[in-house]
């Protein structure tokens, strides 16, 4: 079956770096995303990686994707107070359709 | 462009009472869905829409229906509601038909539903 686990919980002090990882369970998702959910709003694409790749940087973000062991993972750089949101995982084994792990909520301490 | 858009942002109901939810897009996307988000359940798939005129279910359809026959809108129905529909609720839209497309989805802001 499709199923995306998260740690439910990540601190870290500004200017550290914060890293949240992901395992999924379906294969044959040709893209892997991450979502970043502020408080009361909707979710906002952060990145993605294709599943051909092992690592995608997009500034102070870096996304790593082990295909053998089915783990994803997102770096943030120099976190900062702003980063502080839940982040979610998801997998997309078909069109239309994101699998969803259960949020990361991450607390960045000053 | 407004983007996704959603009303009522907050809803209470009594349970038993029927609703719809609506959230429309002015960007053509072919593709909608909606979304419920739990605590420490992240969001799970309620139902989609290819295109007007094909819905299908997504994880968790019971009790709820959709119908779109017009690319803009793509209403949800509570029939009956219950307490455990209390929940947050999130449309998203995105255009590419094709397996594996890296086209974003774009969510609404939510609606907060709670039954009583």
């Known amino acids: 079956g499709e199923d995306v686990e998260q740690s439910l919980f990540l601190s870290v002090r500004e200017g550290d770096s914060s890293v949240i990882n992901c395992t999924y369970t379906d294969s044959s998702s040709t893209y892997l995303y991450w979502y970043k959910q502020e408080p009361g709003a909707g979710l906002q694409l952060l990145t993605y990686i294709f599943s051909n790749m092992d690592m995608k940087q997009d500034q102070r973000l870096t996304v790593l994707l082990n295909k053998k062991d089915k783990h994803l993972s997102l770096r943030i750089a120099d976190t900062q107070t702003g980063d502080s949101a839940i982040y979610f995982c998801?997998?997309?084994?078909?069109?239309?359709?994101?699998?969803f792990g259960q949020g990361t909520t991450l607390q960045v301490k000053p | 462009n407004a983007g996704v858009t959603q009303t009522p942002k907050f809803q209470v109901l009594k349970t038993g009472q029927s609703m719809t939810l609506q959230c429309a897009q002015d960007?053509?996307?072919?593709?909608m869905s909606w979304y419920r988000q739990d605590p420490g359940m992240g969001l799970r798939l309620i139902h989609y829409s290819v295109g007007a005129g094909i819905t299908d279910q997504g994880e968790v359809p019971n009790g709820y229906n959709v119908s779109r026959s017009t690319t803009e809108d793509f209403p949800l129905r509570l029939l009956s509601a219950a307490p455990s529909q209390t929940s947050v609720y999130f449309c998203a839209s995105s255009y590419s038909k094709l397996a594996g497309s890296t086209d974003t989805q774009y969510f609404g802001p939510g609606t907060r539903l709670t039954v009583l």
């Open positions: 960007m053509n996307h072919e593709y």
């Open positions: 998801a997998e997309s084994p078909y069109t239309g359709k994101l699998i």
